[in-house]
């Protein structure tokens, strides 16, 4: 049974979960709900019915994989999956905010619908309702004692996600970020989440501690991979293949690892981002090769290779089974080799 | 054992236990923590130590009271009592950005120095940190069980409290506001909290359910009791008592109880508020004498007094114990016998 099979075995559960934890009771005030649903991708901007897309579910999958492939019955890991994909949700919906985004997936941001006051508190509902989800999904399933460990470990991954947020933000304003920095800061923002949606899973499984925490490490270190993978394709990265804009980060100066590679290493690359005005066609191919000539490309491809062998390290130490353990070594493979 | 002395007994272990839960870990980024440190009142804006007011901590004292009350170990309700006041300053932080206050409690909010992007995370990480002071300070206190029961509890209040946020925000735009779409509003937004701090404060005494319901209901109806107050002494209120200008709901147009009852009854006050430029002295003097002719004053002492009526009613019937038991009722008379 492979990857794409348990996707499809796995994503009616989890939209069905979704949609349960974000049932309005009788009389609530109406936009309360329709703008959680909107940004879900569930209906339009009246509330009418949509398929629009709402994300590709990766991480509440990979929390079932590995309550799977650790032997544990699939019931116990819905309640943390989907609350690991509503935490998801309700970042993106403060960071589109923050970030002043017109578009998420081709579609309105729900600020620039309804208003940045009402979208900053639909995110503060969404994460509270993110934090329901485990009680709301948990009986029969779960007990007292594994859904307070289970909010525990979401709330410290919260903690990194915000800690990671904040470094992001600030690093617009700064000048001297360093690499080691950025690793903090997406280790926060992207790979948290994955850690505890894999650990999450384990536990739920009612796995050993120390395949948790096997769990957890592979989490963050396939996160770490895929982030550093993404920088590297959106600058060397085929158009053709990616359907993007080739080098959108340098464009709008996003401090990715690459550029901070190369601003510490390369006097012009600095000189050339000390400058105001926006890049012309010619200055971003100039930064590319200040890039290339420092050597940029060829630390972040051996760091995503790192990255990617402790993934593969992790995961093996962590035993998983059967046919969903394969379904990891397919995700990973899926996330990590990719040229798009 | 006056209400004072319980105070003064409790002040320091509430802050003890707010100070443990944000420490920030080795190695943090500075700013994270210090915008919050701020914001709770402990330092300055560049971290300097400070003693300003952070507010009265009447929730995590509530939640003591009603703990003592019910013969229960204060230990037990420390940790809700802590998660209940991140939850309320939680709160007020994204208020302040949503409502662009430059000023709380006489010092610049935390949005108007370090930008609104920062204030949304910022907001966002005390929120998940008001969740993990349960679990942080609950060693030894509380098992699972009672934790998850907790955290249920806080997050249930929380989304009744962004659901009060979200009437309260579409209220401004509305001219159609009814006094019981008001009322819907001040229970999430002023009353959930109260209710949950005195009905956690009994389930840490481990009182019966029957006895949590009454302390819930007596927060509830308190919290409201004292919406409504505040309402008739931002309008009738003797400025000189009051230290703050008369009727300034009026001059901002909100739609508090005694205005929406009159704008339903008078059609002399739907004129008023139809026009769109600040009213002068003498509009201001004609809204309040049309409110004293449709008797709005009248409905809202009246309707303050029934909650009121009930508060009691509900901490009656709780069977509040002891001195904690008396100093509940001193509280009660302390926030609902003011003119102030």
Redesign the interface.
């Known amino acids: 049974m492979g990857l794409s099979t348990f996707f499809d075995r796995y994503l009616p559960l989890i939209e069905a979960d979704l949609q349960a934890v974000l049932t309005p009771p009788a009389g ?2 109406p ?2 709900y329709r703008m959680l649903h909107y940004h879900m991708g569930w209906v339009g901007p009246d509330g009418e019915p949509s398929k629009a897309n709402g994300g590709k579910r990766i991480r509440p999958v990979l929390c079932l994989l590995t309550c799977a492939a650790s032997g544990g019955p699939l019931d116990a890991a819905r309640p943390p999956a989907a609350a690991i994909e509503l935490i998801h949700n309700f970042s993106l919906l ?1 960071d589109d ?2 970030d002043r985004s017109p578009l998420r997936r081709n579609r309105p941001t729900a600020w620039s619908i309804w208003g940045e ?2 979208a ?6 969404l ?3 993110a ?2 989800a485990i ?1 709301r999904l948990a009986e029969g399933r779960l ?7 289970m ?2 470990i979401t ?2 991954t ?2 990194a996600l ?2 990671g ?3 992001d ?2 690093f617009e304003d700064r000048a001297d970020v360093t690499v080691d920095e950025y690793l903090e800061m997406i280790g926060g923002k992207t790979a948290a989440l994955l850690s505890a949606a894999a650990r999450l899973g384990a536990l739920a499984a009612g796995a050993d501690e120390s395949v948790q925490a096997h769990y957890a490490a592979f989490g963050h270190c396939l996160g770490m991979a895929f982030q550093v993978l993404d920088d590297i394709l959106d600058i060397w990265g085929d158009p053709a293949l990616t359907g993007k804009e080739a080098a959108i980060d340098i464009r709008q100066r996003k401090k990715s690892l690459p550029v901070l590679y190369g601003l510490e290493r390369s006097p012009e690359l600095r000189d050339l981002y000390a400058t105001s005005a926006p890049f012309d066609e010619a200055q971003v191919e100039q930064a590319v090769s200040l890039l290339d000539a420092v050597g940029a490309r060829d630390y972040a491809e051996s760091l995503a290779r790192r990255y990617s062998d402790e993934t593969l390290k992790h995961l093996d130490a962590a035993q998983p089974q059967g046919d969903a353990g394969q379904a990891l070594y397919a995700l990973v493979d899926r996330l990590l080799h990719r040229d798009r």
């Open positions: 609530s005030p936009l309360f403060h905010i923050q006051v009402q900053i508190n639909a995110g503060d509902s994460f509270t309702l934090h329901l009680p007990d007292g004692e594994t859904q307070a460990r909010l525990t709330d410290e919260c903690l915000t800690c947020q904040h470094l933000i600030s």
